[in-house]
């Protein structure tokens, strides 16, 4: 079945680095979404992007969609303390395909 | 801002008991999904209604899994009898039908914890 790779599992960063995660695919996705999930709550949706080659910013978030359609990108600038949390990347092959996930980057902030 | 609802946050039961989890959805979603998401693991689809029916459930446990979405607005997702391996975050999403189909948007999830 399609699975998301989403590496390394944790990462640990200084407050006001800049800090990239990616997402590859085994498959190609049209749709790829950025959640962040906080512990004992649902994901929360960050960025959408629907279109191969797309990049889409929200705040100091930016994502891009890969040029393959296999993978996904995305960029937290400036990081802050609030930006502790899993973010998971997630796929879908087709308008009737479930969703995919990955296993979630767990980011932690260094004051 | 519009919220998926989710009761209870936090269920604490025996094994071999039945348990239930209700889902509202935001309003005017015509489509609905259970996840479950096991700690350390992304959320794996279960069910997904578009309006009253079902059109996914082929990573439902059915013999002892049910769900139901029978006017076609808030859901019900049932176990019986729960197992220890249950144990996990049950998870609620909705999303409008369309081209924004692929967008879904979560609630904040029930923490099963199965003795």
């Known amino acids: 079945g399609q699975q998301l790779n989403q590496s390394p599992q944790s990462m640990f960063i200084q407050e006001g680095e800049d800090v990239s995660m990616n997402c590859t695919s085994s498959s190609i996705f049209n749709t790829w979404l950025w959640y962040k999930q906080d512990p004992g709550e649902g994901p929360v949706l960050l960025i959408a992007l629907y279109k191969a080659g797309e990049l889409t910013s929200n705040g100091r978030l930016t994502a891009q969609f890969g040029i393959t359609r296999k993978d996904s990108f995305l960029n937290i600038s400036a990081s802050i303390p609030s930006d502790v949390g899993i973010y998971f990347c997630?796929?879908?092959?087709?308008?009737?395909?479930?969703?995919?996930f990955g296993k979630g980057i767990t980011l932690s902030v260094r004051p | 801002e519009a919220e998926v609802a989710q009761s209870p946050r936090y269920k604490i039961t025996e094994k071999s008991q039945a348990v239930a989890f209700w889902c509202d959805p935001i309003s005017g979603h015509a489509t609905l999904y259970w996840y479950r998401q096991i700690l350390g693991q992304g959320p794996e689809l279960l069910v997904q209604f578009q309006d009253e029916s079902v059109v996914d459930d082929s990573q439902l446990p059915k013999d002892r899994f049910s769900a139901e979405r029978l006017k076609g607005v808030d859901s019900t997702l049932k176990i019986q009898p729960a197992e220890l391996g249950d144990s996990a975050m049950y998870l609620c999403?909705?999303?409008?039908?369309?081209?924004?189909?692929?967008?879904?948007?979560f609630g904040p999830g029930t923490r099963l914890l199965v003795l």
């Open positions: 997630a796929g879908r092959a087709g308008a009737n395909s479930k969703l995919t």
């Open positions: 999403a909705s999303s409008f039908s369309g081209r924004f189909q692929e967008t879904q948007y």
